[in-house]
């Protein structure tokens, strides 16, 4: 079967169907395995922002006023 034959058979497919395979075959491409290197990677990542925040050398924003911020700006660039 080719890739059009099937491509074609699953845009058949109920959209639930399409979601639950689409979801599979994204989750195909990911290894099975995360490379532990990237774990690491995040935990120092974690520590060093944990740390300058309790050194008060980090920039904290309000996560409310920044979500309507980020809203009004995308308003403006649509009227644009």
């Not at 959209?15 to 990237?38: F, H, K, M, N, Y």
């Not at 120092?44 to 009004?72: F, N, Q």
Request: hydrophobic content about 35%.
């Amino acid at each position: 079967m080719t890739t059009s034959q099937v491509r074609e058979l699953a845009l058949g497919l109920p959209v639930q169907e399409r979601a639950r395979l689409a979801r599979e075959l994204i989750d195909s491409l990911e290894p099975d395995t995360p490379d532990p290197g990237v774990e690491e990677a995040w935990i120092e990542e974690i520590d060093a922002r944990a740390e300058a925040l309790e050194r008060g050398e980090a920039k904290v924003y309000d996560g409310t006023a920044s979500l309507e911020r980020l809203r009004r700006e995308l308003r403006k660039g649509r009227e644009t």
